[in-house]
């Protein structure tokens, strides 16, 4: 006969104090002493929640965001997501070994976004010229089986999700001739899967945050100049300027990166600063205005400037809240994690330790990543991914922990390489997405396919713990389902690309461009030496690709790179509006443009090596140049300097699609090379190889196509001859 545990004599409430004078760890090695232990422990309900008390701030364990309600969830499933938690982490302190589930979407649609929905669901979108799709394929049924396809006018171009109640809320630029934000809702109902159209946003892109029904984006109408707020329900918007009027006045233009609604305030983060404003009142009308600026430098150097070219915005997911239910703001710390130009990333904590009635803040110690580790794949430092609970970083195949308290000092766990051999192969185009408290990677790549990478071989929640299904919503009543491919809205330079690409432009296609390039007030401009004569434009070729709806994953970007102007003045000076020109100089290609408001010159030459450009901004709004032109020559200019692109761009540019063209010359003979047509089979020295060769053979053929063309550019004169 077994002998009872004596422990158990004792009442329950005393064996719970008992319990908790251990660490965990010991009482998950008591757990496995004998039957009657192991019940006493994992089916008391209260045990559990007051060690998810004691130990998660404490241990830093962070809980799945998804996990069921406290109150209707039981005591094996509370026990199992603390069991999830520490074996996660003690997975990311040793030496992973990941396992992959791939999936090849319908047709091989390049990806051009995706997202994690619930550690569950991959959320894909995919698109060509001729067909445009947001996917869902169900990653917690056998087979993984294909859920919705929902069919939109243009790509996706960028995107931001929030999971809420009432539905997976999407905010998605899609890149029609007229790009747009569409807001939109995926839900299921009936075990029926639905997206809702909720709002668009006419001429806006690239979304930066969502929260409910705010919506913060960094382009509207082509203008990138300052970003803007809207209720996309109510549609009243605001512009987060400089003065009150965003345009009174000519800046030097700085891009804004990334945008957060942190209590009382905005924050927006550009190239060298993170720039503090109050929070708008749609229903007052009130406007944010500009509270302070907050400079970004290295701790190692205070004279150096941080040249931001990613940037996110992370709170502590559980935070402290008042009586009233709304969150402390003074209390909140704030992380910002940037990648500069050069690949090197920097974390700094913002603090606010003002009132709403004297706001003030303070920019704490800053962590400095100056070197990323080296890895086969060239680029697989080009991302910074945020985990689900803010609590890790996801630099491609880099993972950094991070202290999810955020405290002030700011301190960060060593970095763990993931082994390259169990990844996809990260130069095509990589959009990655991290739940981190699941261990769950999402890859999807310009191949037409995806990756879900998974750091634990068997999942320990139990079925019951989580709510991972989509949430039930019933459908609008205007919802129709898009199983058929809906009509792509592309510029017309799509339909006439290959002409193009074949230095012919059809006349269909020339008026359109010139129509689309009109600027009110500018049909009369006089500026001796100047043209507006389209028609007679000798660089009309290289101007009239519009900025690229693909992005780097566009096919032949290549080729765009060198062909496009747009394209180069976009990616080299990370401008995220529309370059539309003005005047050209009737003596060479130099042309003034404008980006919204603001006015540009660009300038191209041909040099002992190679073919150069510059790009200056004048500091003149755009209605002082149409009213008087000539002040261009006198008017301040901020030079563009290339040397402060991303870096990540260029290795984009030279690597990503290198694969395919430089196959192509091999097979045509341009290359004297022999290539595996198996790019996994490369090793580091064979990209390296492959890459200097194609450098070297596409700037030859670059400078032959100059000389054929008979491409000579001049300094900007200010005393021009008639």
Not at 207 to 224: E, H
Request: charged share 25%; net charge negative.
């Amino acid at each position: 006969m077994i002998q009872s545990c004596p422990i158990l004599t004792l009442p329950q409430d005393v064996l719970i104090e008992i319990y908790l004078l251990l660490p965990l760890w010991s009482v998950a090695s008591l757990r496995q002493c004998c039957l009657e232990l192991q019940q006493s422990i994992s089916n008391d309900k209260r045990l559990w929640m007051q060690i998810i008390q004691r130990d998660k701030a404490n241990r830093r364990i962070p809980l799945l965001p998804y996990r069921r309600p406290i109150n209707s969830a039981n005591a094996f499933a509370v026990e199992s997501w603390i069991r999830n938690a520490i074996t996660i982490e003690k997975m990311y302190e040793s030496n992973l070994q990941l396992t992959l589930d791939h999936t090849v979407v319908p047709d091989r649609l390049p990806a051009t976004w995706a997202k994690l929905i619930r550690g569950r669901w991959c959320l894909v979108a995919t698109s060509n010229v001729h067909q445009s799709w947001l996917s869902l394929w169900d990653g917690g049924s056998t087979g993984r089986p294909l859920r919705m396809r929902y069919s939109l006018p243009g790509p996706v171009m960028d995107g931001l999700m929030e999971d809420t109640n009432d539905g997976i809320h999407l905010a998605l630029s899609i890149g029609i001739r007229s790009p747009h934000i569409q807001v939109l809702r995926l839900a299921q109902w009936q075990d029926r899967v639905h997206i809702d159209k909720l709002a668009t946003i006419d001429g806006a892109s690239h979304p930066k945050v969502l929260r409910g029904s705010i919506l913060g984006f960094a382009v509207k109408n082509g203008d990138d100049s300052f970003p803007r707020l809207i209720d996309w329900i109510s549609g009243k918007a605001c512009v987060l300027g400089l003065v009150h009027s965003a345009h009174q006045i000519a800046t030097k233009h700085s891009t804004c990166w990334a945008m957060e609604l942190w209590g009382d305030h905005v924050v927006a983060v550009f190239d060298t600063t993170v720039n503090m404003y109050g929070r708008p009142n749609f229903q007052t009308g009130s406007s944010p205005g500009l509270l302070e600026v907050i400079r970004l430098r290295p701790n190692f150097a205070a004279y150096m400037e941080v040249y931001v070219r990613e940037a996110h915005c992370v709170t502590c997911p559980e935070l402290p809240v008042t009586s009233s239910g709304s969150p402390k703001t003074s209390s909140i710390p704030l992380g910002i994690i940037c990648r500069n130009h050069l690949g090197e990333t920097l974390a700094t904590i913002i603090l606010d330790l003002g009132t709403s009635q004297d706001p003030k803040f303070r920019a704490t110690e800053r962590v400095w990543w100056d070197l990323n580790p080296m890895a086969p794949d060239y680029a697989s430092t080009m991302r910074v991914v945020v985990g689900l609970t803010n609590t890790k970083l996801f630099l491609s195949d880099i993972r950094l922990d991070g202290d999810p308290s955020f405290a002030p000092e700011c301190s960060f766990g060593t970095s763990l390489q993931l082994p390259p051999s169990d990844l996809p192969l990260l130069h095509f185009h990589p959009y990655i997405d991290f739940d981190d408290a699941r261990g769950i990677l999402l890859i999807a790549t310009s191949r037409g396919d995806f990756w879900t990478a998974r750091v634990l071989e068997e999942d320990i929640l139990t079925p019951d713990s989580l709510e991972d299904e989509l949430p039930p919503v019933r459908p609008e009543s205007h919802t129709r389902d898009q199983i058929q491919p809906t009509t792509m809205d592309l510029p017309m330079y799509y339909k006439y690309r290959r002409d193009v690409e074949s230095y012919h432009i059809p006349d269909e296609l020339r008026v359109e461009t010139i129509r689309t390039w009109y600027t009110p007030g500018c049909d009369n401009l006089n500026l001796p030496g100047w043209s507006n004569d389209w028609e007679t434009f000798p660089d009309f070729t290289r101007w009239i690709i519009p900025p690229l709806r693909w992005g780097y994953a566009d096919d032949g970007f290549q080729e765009y790179y060198i062909r496009s102007i747009i394209a180069l003045i976009r990616n080299d000076f990370n401008i995220l509006g529309d370059p539309v020109p003005l005047l050209y100089n009737m003596k060479d290609t130099s042309v003034i443009f404008r980006v919204g408001e603001r006015i540009y010159v660009v300038m191209e030459g041909e040099g002992d090596e190679e073919e150069w450009y510059l790009a200056s901004q004048v500091l003149l709004t755009l209605e002082e140049f149409s009213s008087d032109p000539s002040r261009i020559y006198t008017s301040d200019k901020c030079h563009n300097s290339p040397c402060y692109r991303d870096g990540n761009a260029d290795e984009l540019n030279k690597v990503v699609v290198v694969y395919d063209v430089s196959v192509e010359h091999v097979a045509l003979g341009d290359i004297d090379m022999e290539v595996d047509p198996d790019p996994t089979k490369w090793t580091d020295e064979r990209w390296k190889d492959l890459v200097e060769e194609y450098i070297s053979w596409n700037r030859s053929c670059k400078r032959s196509r100059a000389r054929a063309e008979g491409i000579i550019v001049f300094e900007l004169d200010p005393n021009p001859v008639n």
